[in-house]
């Protein structure tokens, strides 16, 4: 395929048109599901209050599911917060499973200083609420106090967050998920009356031989799904709340990239495909293909944008509508319930979160810091004041009545207060000068690196000035028709950071383009008469004609020395050379082209100029903040 056949994209790379990345997909889409979920919660307020016993009479009638003499009987907001919840998690999950393997987490260092600070949030706001309501009523409701919402949290993040949100979103993701941890642990103990030990253990068998069946493991996507059915009917049956397993099934869900043999068998399937059109081979490359791709990409794709576009709207529509007139807000103005969850929230989840992070600094003697700057901190600990779905799910199931309503209304006031204090921390860092900014945001943490062999200039391909803030390496392949669609970006970033230095690496995937290696070594030998940069450009603006007699054209053309340059074609004299470099990718884990790495961090997102402008801002800013 040459680089002509490929689709318009409109300026953008065709591998960023097809395989948009799970993180930049799970950006963008919290960013436009938290608008419909505000408009979700508003319409179920207007329902409630325009026909409360409407409202009323639909989310409470009874739904039935029975096979033979057994059966499940729930009312339809039972089945959302306890059913279509469990999903929910259980996507939440993945995105956690997938910071933990591939992103900014998968430093396990990292870990600890956010989940202290989750667990700090948590304990100075239920001590907030207990404080506020011991005497007036209401302490048994502190679990409300401890969930932070994942979607609207993160949605908030994406529409008012800084210039550089990934470092700030994993921190915050971390937090918020050690939150949902102790809030679903709350709800299957201190919030469930009633406990049959019997379907318990039943549930636990169940969940164990689903573990197994990951590490095995076992690839057919039914047999969890049966077993995940299996697991969240035997808790509902025990008078454990099933919305726990969601969570736990995600965080079960890998997101490593997948070795190289899986990748060669893929190309085997689809190449014996190619050769004999048949149903069965049909069969076996697309199971081969769906292999080679992390089963925690592959289901965040499916069902993300359906938690996020139908599932949490419909749990806000079902759980958020409560009649507010003048008695009820008299009412809640002198309730405990209400100002204890809108002080927990808006002051507990804060304090507790910048409490937490200093702490661990102070303690460790900084050898343990947030991966972000303190303004990142304070913003997550205002973004931590949204609770929303398990503060709704554990209010009802703590209170009953005009309490219930009080405890909604809590919530609900504690959102948009956080959410405007959240703006207001924001835009307050963006009036600081740009290098004071730069360190509030970003903080002096170490970067994570990837890339396994550094950079020697002595040895590698290099462009741009030696001593820029930012590397860009690539590995490529000059037959890839998506390495071609990325030339001209390089170019284009090569001309607006005057200061960017560009690596190239060699990566030929001889099992799909034939002439790669050949060409990679053609740049070798162009290289040893000075002559690299010039062959790389050649090869790239040819990828359709890299056989023997293009090449020696080609450095004829050149002005090489032609009769040398084939000597060393023939011999292979640079196989050594090209296979270090094809070494140093599987070390770093690449497993196709381009790859990209900005100072030692592989980039994970598109590589359209957009995206990697960012990454290389973001990698300076970080420099910057880092001397």
Known sequence: MSQSDLPATSGTSVWSWRNRTALRRFLSTEAGSSVVLLCAALVALVWANVAGKSYEAFWHSELSVTWGDHGISMSAVEWINSGLMAFYFFVVGLEARRE????????????????????????????????????????????????????IALGLLALVGPRYPAPLRAFLLTVVITDDLVALVAIATVYTDDIKLVPLLLACLLFAITVVAVLVPVQRGFVYLLLGLATWVALDGSGVDPVVIGLALGLLTYARPVAQERLSEATD??????????????????????????????LQELYHPWTSYVI????????????????FLAAAVRSPITWGVVAAFVVGKPAGILGGSWLVTRLSGGRVRPPVGWASVVGSGTLSGIGFTLSLLIATLAFRGPELQEAKLGVLAAAVISAGLTWVAFRVTAALPAERRVRALLGGADSIIDLAEPVDPERDHVRGPEESLVTLVEYGDFECPYCGQAEPIVRELLADFGDLRYVWRHLPLRDVHPNAQLAAEASEAAARQEGFWEMHDVLMAHQD??????????????????????????????LFRVAEDIGSADLSGVRGTPTFFVNGLRHHGEYDIASLTEAIRLAKARAVAGR
């Open 545 to 574: 004609a890299l056989r023997m007699p293009d090449l020696v054209r080609y450095a004829d053309e050149l002005g090489l020395d032609v009769p040398a340059f084939t000597r060393e074609l023939q011999r292979h004299e640079d």
């Open 269 to 298: 399937s689809f190449r014996d495909f190619r050769e004999q059109p048949t149903s069965s081979l049909a069969r076996s490359a697309r199971a081969s293909v769906r292999a080679a791709v992390p089963p925690n990409e592959r």
């Open 100 to 151: 933990f393997d591939v992103g900014d987490l998968r430093e396990r260092r990292r870990v600890l200083l956010p989940v202290v600070a989750g667990l700090g949030g948590m304990l100075v706001s239920v001590l907030i609420y207990l404080a506020v309501t011991t005497s007036g009523g209401g302490a048994h409701g502190w679990g409300v106090a401890l969930s932070t919402d994942t979607a």
């Open 312 to 327: 949490v709207p419909l749990f806000a529509l079902a759980n958020a509508g409560i009649v507010i007139n003048g008695e």
